[in-house]
């Protein structure tokens, strides 16, 4: 029986076509599904759209279009821009999905009756853009943090009491160090919010009418905190008013929550208080990624420094941002994104490091051996050994995957095809195709490098998949398993094609020209 894992993204908020900083979690959760897929997990992936509330109904009535017909329309271009870039979803879920709507009302009414939730008054700071009430001390110049300018609401609202738990979660968190990964954001709500007395939390809303209507008090809409969180288990068909489906059995708790640091309270405080109310498990972990700053700035659009995912695949390709993204955004900090970055990191570890080793591999096997392949396995006569380096580098990506390094781990692979080029330098492969001494010895370091070539497309599948396939086509290989890379020497000998380029070498001048023009356009 292979082991599970359930992995989440947050759900994207369909009011507006998401940036590359929306789309990076996509493509994060992404690599991590793929990689446990092919180390023997039995994966299920959600993401999906967050499709209620005031500011949709808003942004659809200034489009002159119902909220339903404008968040099908975001939905499902969040859908053709996540098929662009490879996310491998199994399922998306839309909380405009009759299911979603059954359960969340069923859920709601749990909590109602078992004296979680009760009817009380709201009255406080409303930012519409942030669809949250915000705190007086939180209030500079009128403006609330993300600059909107909040408005005072006062209305009948349900509230979800958050204290008979605080105790039972603060010792959750605290016993299991990893519920909450970096460990700086578990310091930050440790410190900033568990501490004190947890405020009940205005759970429906009276003033629009676009969501999910409590059905026992009408003109009551659920609010977002139970709709949206909801969803990862209402993607697994959880209500609780039937029993458990086979999936929620299956698949819950789920391994991985992965969120933006900037709703870390959401999931790590509210969404865990639900479900001890609903008396289910709570999540294995729940990471908060970093954001991607543009010349490390945040993205706005009042700025006008926003960068789009169609714009970049345009102007580079899939892989070299999904391979930009994945490499460069560390663990814990916030990263930074640019054109200038983008050129570099394409030109340096894509065309140079990893094209240029299959190039010139292929290139030499063409010009000394007619693109034959044989078998030779000699004892290693170069002080560096690529058979050591290959074997290291599964179990040093799995390290690193299994601790949600995926930046560490993707690196691994790119030292691996540095090894390689230097085991061309140290073995200088023309001068031993000049001496006739040498022929064995140069069929052996052309199998060396054809061999760890393979281990390369194969550990570049979770990152970036087109360019592992591209890679494993031009030398020939059809098994891409994981289990293939125990023992090296797998490569059978075999003629290879031509070789192709794999990235292109951008310059620089010419491609913010080019990319300037575009914009101007």
């Known amino acids: 029986m292979n082991k599970t894992y359930y992995l989440t993204t947050a759900i994207a908020y369909a009011s507006a076509i998401p940036h590359i900083g929306n789309v990076y979690e996509a493509i994060l959760a992404d690599a991590i599904v793929r990689f446990k897929r092919l180390d023997g997990y039995?994966?299920?992936?959600?993401?999906?759209?967050?499709?209620?509330?005031?500011?949709i109904e808003s942004k659809a009535e200034a489009n002159e279009l119902s909220p339903k017909t404008y968040v099908d329309t975001i939905s499902s271009e969040i859908k053709r821009i996540y098929k662009k870039v490879?996310?491998?979803?199994?399922?998306?879920?839309?909380?405009?999905?009759?299911?979603?709507i059954k359960s969340v009302q069923a859920i709601f009414k749990k909590l109602y009756d078992q004296g979680d939730i009760y009817l009380g008054e709201y009255e406080g700071w409303y930012s519409i853009a942030e669809e949250a009430f915000i705190l007086e001390k939180d209030i500079v110049d009128g403006k609330a943090p993300n600059g909107d300018i909040p408005v005072w609401t006062k209305e009948a609202a349900y509230f979800l009491r958050l204290v008979p738990y605080q105790e039972r979660l603060l010792k959750h968190i605290e016993d299991h160090p990893e519920f909450i990964e970096?460990?700086?954001r578990r310091n930050e709500m440790i410190q900033n919010f568990l501490k004190e007395p947890l405020p009940d939390l205005s759970v429906s809303r009276t003033s629009f009418s676009w969501g999910i209507p409590v059905e026992f008090n009408e003109g009551h809409i659920v609010y977002v905190w139970i709709d949206a969180l909801s969803n990862y288990i209402t993607g697994l068909d959880y209500n609780p008013d039937e029993p458990n489906s086979l999936a929620f059995n299956k698949y819950w708790p789920a391994d991985v929550h992965l969120i933006g640091k900037?709703?870390?309270?959401?999931?790590?405080?509210?969404?865990?208080i639900i479900l001890?109310?609903?008396?289910?498990e709570l999540p294995k972990q729940?990471?908060?990624?970093?954001w991607i700053l543009v010349n490390k700035g945040k993205m706005s659009k009042s700025v006008g420094n926003v960068m789009y995912t169609d714009d970049l695949v345009r102007y580079f390709g899939v892989d070299t941002i999904r391979y930009y993204v994945l490499h460069e955004i560390p663990f814990a900090q916030d990263g930074n994104i640019t054109f200038e970055l983008i050129i570099e990191r394409n030109n340096s570890d894509l065309a140079n490091t990893i094209g240029n080793l299959v190039n010139r591999t292929i290139g030499m096997a063409h010009k000394y051996r007619e693109g034959v392949i044989k078998k030779v396995i000699l004892d290693e006569p170069f002080e560096l050994s690529l058979k050591e380096k290959s074997l290291e580098v599964l179990p040093a990506i799995r390290k690193h995957m299994d601790e949600l390094k995926v930046s560490d781990a993707l690196e691994e692979v790119v030292k691996l095809a540095r090894s390689a080029n230097k085991y061309i330098d140290v073995s200088e492969p023309w001068a031993l195709f000049k001496n006739p001494e040498k022929q064995e010895l140069l069929d052996h370091v052309l199998y060396h490098l054809v061999e760890t070539i393979r281990f390369i497309a194969i550990t570049l599948q979770p990152f970036i998949p087109n360019t592992s396939q591209r890679i494993a086509d031009q030398i020939?290989?059809?098994?891409?398993s994981f289990e293939s890379l125990t023992e090296f020497g797998n490569?059978?000998?075999?003629t290879l094609g031509k070789a192709e380029v794999l990235f292109e070498r951008f310059d620089t001048v010419k491609k913010l020209e080019e990319i300037l023009k575009d914009r101007d356009e």
Do not use: C
Request: hydrophobic fraction near 30%; avoid cysteine.
């Open 476 to 480: 020939g290989i059809n098994d891409l």
């Open 262 to 272: 900037d709703i870390l309270r959401f999931h790590t405080i509210y969404w865990p």
């Open 42 to 55: 039995d994966v299920f992936f959600q993401t999906g759209t967050d499709e209620h509330g005031q500011k």
């Open 276 to 280: 001890m109310a609903l008396g289910l």
């Open 86 to 100: 490879g996310v491998s979803y199994d399922q998306f879920v839309r909380t405009t999905d009759e299911r979603h």
């Open 286 to 290: 729940i990471f908060g990624h970093p």
């Open 182 to 184: 970096p460990e700086s």
């Open 491 to 494: 490569y059978r000998e075999q």
